[in-house]
């Protein structure tokens, strides 16, 4: 079986070396020169544990071939997936689908025979149907079938949540054409079902629905315990036991209950927003979600005010030490991540940034103002600083030696902003230790 995986990105990548690692023929394609020439070489262009070997294995076998020419790539391909970006559409706050249109546009007019096109990229109800239509209006002559098959994998932990996921969302057309494409996202997914992975089948419309119902309701989960985090504080209650409390009911459930900064990252952000715009669209305002992306905005902000605060109400001049960029560990991705909001706040207000993160600097760099200064560890980061940020909580991190952090410290003030240390620990070792919802 041949398929053709368009946009080399965290999902088409990692989906596309998985189909490979299958046994399917893989083609993938991306506009971006130099992420097909690094892959061709050998590298890869993002850091997602175990990535390497996958794609390096596969290659080898034959079984995954990188290019940048789409119309070569889809030729004999039963399935062609688009997983190109979807970003925020500037202005509005929409997904912005020129990416999708145009990918898929291109397909059509490259393609040779009947074949399946696929969307994996996340894309608003209705997209499906919209893409249908170019791709008709584009070849009348020919046999494209559409289908939804939204990606649910995490990155850090993608290869894991591909291969061995909760559950494949398909979703097709009506009538015969659906059928066979179901047929062939089947056999595709074959292995999975297998291992009696469940697959949801459903139309167009319902499956577009699910990826960001999904999103925004995990989103929701996480700005509820954030809020319930800042009650906490204010009344003398740990929020990590309240989290155990209610996580283990199993209607609750204990995942995305970790009261923290605020969620960042390539898709909670961008999905709530282009949910809540297609709730106002359709008449029918998803109040909950436009809540959590609210509580969630002033979150990011409130954290810079919080160390601003810890540091005696004035950074000027001071020296902290930021552990962690990346929005959350085990990736580079910096989209969204809160360190873009509260990092420019506190240089504005006069404080000399030393960061540190063991694999994002590269691209934060770029995103984040030019006098931070990067340190090559965490303790190079603490060295003379008044106070250390923990953001992201890499592994690295949880098991510094308290003693050895305070000790290249010029002062002691430790903001745990994902509760990664215990308190007791923290204070004894002579740190002024603040954290999230604890008391
Ligand atoms: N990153 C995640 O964790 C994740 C998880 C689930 C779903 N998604 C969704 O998957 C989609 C892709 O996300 P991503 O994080 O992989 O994005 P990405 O930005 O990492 O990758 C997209 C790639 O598509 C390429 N591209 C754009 N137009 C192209 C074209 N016409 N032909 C060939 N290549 C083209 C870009 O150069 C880029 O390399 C988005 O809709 C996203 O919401 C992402």
New binding site residues.
Partial sequence: MKIAM????????VSGACFAEFGVDVAL????AS?IDALKAGRIP?YEPRLDQLVVDNAREGRLTFT?D?DEAVQGAEAVFL?????TRRGDGH?DLT?VF??AE?VARAAKGPLVLVT????PVGTGREVKRRVQAARPDLDITVASN??????GA?IGDFMRPDRIVLGVEEGAPGERALAILKRLYRPLYLIETPIVATGLETAEII?YAANAFLAMKISFINEVADLCEAAGADVQQVARGIGLDGRIGRKFLHAGAGYG???FP??TLAFARTGQAFGTPLRLVEATIAVNEDRKLAMADRVIAACGGDVKGKTIAVLGLTFKPETD?M?DAPSLEIVPKLAAAGALIRAFDPQGIGFARPLLPAAVHYASNAIDAAEGADAVVLLTEWNEFRNIAPEKLIGVMKGNVLLDLRNVYDPVAMREAGFTYYSIGRP
Avoid: H, M, N, W
Wanted: charged share 25%.
């Fill in positions: 368009i946009g080399a990105g965290y999902v088409g990548l394609v991306d506009t971006d992420k993002i940048t789409l997983a190109v970006g979807t970003p997904a990416y145009a990918a291109q994996k990229s996340t894309v939204p990606e649910f994998l995490r990155e993608a990826k990252g390539s898709c961008k999905d991705d989209r």
